[in-house]
């Protein structure tokens, strides 16, 4: 039973393309984040969404648009891919919106860009 | 511009000695400090957590320090073992950033038997 679940765990694809990670929860959490892994190793916030708004949206390429379905779903598409955009993506969740609760991550999505 | 510093990026240990990975921080306004655990191919689990009114919280094996004049945290493991090998990241929330998790670059332990 996997708690905080992403697909695929790796995407491989060529520049310019379209692509979207998928992240799904069964916890019945509220909030769910996703962050992104550089190359090296920094892993920085991109979005967050609390009861399917959202909440936080740091400085990322609009190319880069979350979608969240529903409060177990929160999904990330990404167009025009850019050599930049190679990355270890993982998604998270919180019970709640409050800085206390403590965030559970998927396994992490790794895109190459070609 | 790092908020959250990990100055070393590994450490070895002998089995059943103590571990200590420093954190530092510049960001006045973080009121939650974190240190998280990652194993290859896998996302981060949360290991302790410490809030910004206390400057000791302990956990078993693993006790975190917070000495908020000097903005570091530190995290003890005692006493150390061949599972704890593993990248630790430091983190910290709230103020400006709310409940995002800001990370610093992580510190790699290896602990030997």
């Known amino acids: 039973d996997t708690a905080v679940s992403q697909t695929p765990k790796y995407l491989v694809t060529q520049m310019g393309n379209d692509k979207s990670i998928k992240c799904e929860q069964n916890?019945?959490?509220?909030?769910m984040y996703w962050y992104k892994q550089d190359s090296k190793k920094f892993l920085k916030i991109m979005f967050s969404?609390?009861?399917?708004?959202?909440?936080i949206n740091e400085t990322v390429p609009n190319r880069f648009s979350p979608k969240s379905p529903d409060k177990a779903h929160l999904n990330l598409h990404i167009n025009s891919l850019e050599l930049g955009d190679s990355a270890v993506y993982f998604c998270?969740?919180?019970?709640?919106?409050?800085?206390?609760?403590?965030?559970?991550f998927g396994p992490g999505t790794r895109l190459t860009v070609l | 511009d790092q908020q959250v510093k990990q100055n070393s990026p590994s450490l070895s240990v002998q089995e059943g000695r103590i571990s200590i990975l420093n954190c530092d921080y510049t960001?006045?306004?973080?009121?939650?400090f974190l240190w998280y655990k990652k194993y290859p191919a896998e996302g981060p689990t949360f290991l302790i957590s410490?809030?910004?009114?206390?400057d000791k919280n302990e956990d078993g094996r693993f006790t975190v320090f917070l000495n908020k004049s000097a903005k570091h945290l530190s995290l003890h493991i005692v006493p150390s073992q061949p599972g704890d090998s593993a990248v630790y990241f430091c983190?910290?929330?709230?103020?400006?950033?709310?409940?995002?998790?800001?990370f610093g670059k992580g510190t790699t332990l290896s602990v030997s038997s």
């Open positions: 960001n006045s306004m973080f009121d939650y």
């Open positions: 983190a910290a929330s709230g103020g400006q950033a709310g409940t995002a998790l800001i």
């Open positions: 969404y609390n009861n399917k708004e959202l909440i």
């Open positions: 916890l019945g959490h509220d909030t």
């Open positions: 410490i809030s910004s009114i206390k």
């Open positions: 998270a969740s919180s019970p709640r919106r409050v800085i206390t609760d403590t965030q559970y």
